[in-house]
T-cell receptor
Framework: GENVEQHPSTLSVQEGDSAVIKCTYS??????FPWYKQELGKRPQLIID?????GEKKDQRIAVTLNKTAKHFSLHITETQPEDSAVYFC??????????????FGSGTQLTVLP | DVKVTQSSRYLVKRTGEKVFLECVQD?????MFWYRQDPGLGLRLIYF???????EKGDIPEGYSVSREKKERFSLILESASTNQTSMYLC???????????FGPGTRLTVL
């Protein structure tokens, strides 16, 4: 099955600095890579995603890059703000059966933005 | 706006009890999922369902079962709760071909 590794497990940055979280995956058949943000006490929410036919995607201060050859993808947050403090999860998706598609999640990164 | 709800935010049960966790979504989604979330382990898939009465094992199904009698409702059952099942349980739903999974608020289960 798929295995997703995520690093680092904790990350502290000064407000205004950039943050980078990296994930690797094992199954070359995986074709969709979302990132979820989970604020304290709240549910995970999708913040950005990328498909395997694209190398980079950007949405304001957030960007994701994908290297299919190396099987790794990264989340980049620029100009970090205190409200970016949360746990971030990467995931990889593969088709299991019919239309069912399973996400395999990384272990999470606790990002703390220091004022 | 997609809404996924779970029957309880907090639940305390005794070892050996049968536990039911309920999840309801209001967007007519075909796919529903149950995850458990533990520190340092991320979200791990327990079971999922891609249609009514259909179910598939995820990565950690041992000690759990599920039921999906109606499209909007997906239940997770712990037949005989054990202390190692103390965890946060998250339900999610999605509708193909859209890949995004929408999560419920979670149920924090403590087994004493």
């Amino acid at each position: 099955g798929e295995n997703v590794e995520q690093h680092p497990s904790t990350l502290s940055v000064q407000e205004g600095d950039s943050a980078v979280i990296k994930c690797t995956y094992s199954d070359s058949a995986s074709n969709y890579f979302p990132w979820y943000k989970q604020e304290l006490g709240k549910r995970p929410q999708l913040i950005i995603d990328i498909r395997s036919n694209v190398g980079e995607k950007k949405d304001q201060r957030i960007a994701v890059t994908l290297n299919k050859t190396a099987k790794h993808f990264s989340l980049h947050i620029t100009e970090t703000q205190p409200e970016d403090s949360a746990v971030y999860f990467c995931a990889a998706r593969r088709t299991i059966s019919g239309s069912a598609r399973q996400l395999t999640f990384g272990s999470g990164t606790q990002l703390t933005v220091l004022p | 706006d997609v809404k996924v709800t779970q029957s309880s935010r907090y639940l305390v049960k005794r070892t050996g009890e049968k536990v039911f966790l309920e999840c309801v979504q209001d967007m007519d989604h075909e796919n529903m999922f149950w995850y458990r979330q533990d520190p340092g382990l991320g979200l791990r898939l327990i079971y999922f369902s891609y249609d009514v009465k259909m179910k598939e094992k995820g990565d950690i199904p041992e000690g759990y079962s599920v039921s999906r009698e109606k499209k909007e409702r997906f239940s997770l059952i712990l037949e005989s709760a054990s202390t190692n099942q103390t965890s946060m349980y998250l339900c999610a739903s999605s509708s193909p071909p859209g890949p995004e999974q929408f999560f419920g608020p979670g149920t924090r289960l403590t087994v004493l």
